[in-house]
């Protein structure tokens, strides 16, 4: 089959997401920015690092190999990520911040292995699909294989603990499993098990049932477990139709948590106001509909679950992101695709983007 060029659309989608991080960035991150380091645009600097340099050259990289490479590496690269994730764990190694243990430093570089075991996964789940297509889909041959590796996934995350990301990988993995052949019955019984363990979850650790118990009723503790929730929701309604304006938000100066992390969604709400948040999730749905076209027009079965799973897991990590910020879902602390201020999670984003362009290169 002759290739054509990367999708261009796609591209295009991709590039700005990336220019409006920086963008928001930008504004979100000066007064941080100037209160850790003494200069406002230090963050602003690295986040332009990332994308323009390191990320460009990721999805020059990635878009040039061929997609089908990532088959014959998904069982090495699943383990590399999976010990990234236990180095967490290990002192002098292991960053701990707020309680959890999330980050690791390697040569002076920072490294979140959550964000490299979500990309390994995609593509050992991928190439797993694919290996039983001509199988039947039986309890004993799929769903119990699955349900391992997803234990298996779940113990490092839970230890972490990071509770987003492994809310973000089973919800993006029983997509793809249905994507994948899976039986309804056996995908509604996934569903039930990870409502379960979620539940579990959250009611084994206090914080996190406050944090549920604030998503039912904001105004609980509004100085408390609710201030989050409560700054990010004034901020949203504060900036209006057409918002504040560029760098006139209020929000960032010490009132917002995280505002260059999750809750970036709300400063940029503040300041370019609903109609530059509906820009934003336009950009999304593009995003959408352009994975869901190359997964549809991929030349082997293999690409077409590789393009939805990297399709999924970016708008599955955008809608929690959004939707807990804006509070229609628990707060999670996972991080804005594109967007949020963070070198791994837009590298291994932008290496998902470079996998889509190639298979996009081999389109029916």
Not at 78 to 93: G, N, W
Not at 216 to 238: H, R
């Amino acid at each position: 089959m002759r290739m054509s060029r990367v999708d261009q659309p796609l591209l295009f989608i991709a590039a700005t997401l990336v220019l409006l991080g920086v963008f928001v960035l930008s504004s979100a991150s000066v007064v941080i920015s100037q209160r850790a380091y003494g200069t406002p645009y230090l963050f602003t600097l690295r986040q332009i690092t990332y994308a323009l340099v390191f990320g460009s050259l990721t999805v020059f990289l990635f878009q040039a190999i061929s997609y089908r490479f990532w088959r014959k590496v998904a069982l090495p690269l699943l383990l590399a990520a999976l010990f990234l994730s236990f180095l967490v764990f290990l002192p002098k190694i292991g960053i701990e911040h707020g309680g959890a243990r999330r980050w690791i430093n390697l040569f002076f570089i920072t490294i979140q292995p959550a964000e490299i075991l979500k990309f390994a996964f995609i593509v050992y789940l991928s190439t797993w699909l694919d290996s039983r297509r001509s199988h039947p889909k039986t309890v004993r041959g799929a769903l119990v294989p699955f349900i391992v590796m997803m234990g298996v996934l779940s113990v490092f995350l839970i230890q972490q603990p990071d509770i987003g990301t492994l809310g973000i990988i089973l919800g993006t993995s029983i997509l793809l499993y249905f994507l994948g052949g899976g039986k309804m019955t056996q995908v509604l019984a996934l569903v039930g098990i990870g409502l379960i363990v979620l539940c579990f979850l959250v009611l084994a650790a206090p914080y996190r049932l406050e944090r549920f118990k604030i998503f039912l009723d904001p105004n609980l503790d509004p100085s408390g477990s609710g201030y989050q929730m409560k700054q990010s929701l004034i901020a949203i309604g504060s900036g209006g139709f057409w918002g504040k304006g560029f760098g006139k938000g209020i929000q960032k100066y010490n009132y917002l948590p995280e505002p260059i992390g999750d809750s970036v969604f709300a400063i940029f709400g503040e300041e370019m106001g609903f109609v530059g948040a509906a820009v934003l999730l336009g950009l999304f749905l593009l995003f959408l509909r352009r994975g869901i076209y190359i997964a549809e027009h991929a030349p082997d079965f293999f690409g077409t679950l590789l393009a939805f799973g990297f399709t999924i897991g970016i708008l599955v990590q955008a809608v929690v992101n959004i939707g807990a910020i804006s509070g229609i879902l628990p707060l999670t602390g996972v991080p804005l695709p594109f967007i949020s201020y963070g070198g791994t999670s837009l590298i291994t984003n932008l290496a998902g983007i470079g996998i889509l362009l190639n298979i996009s290169k081999h389109m029916s």
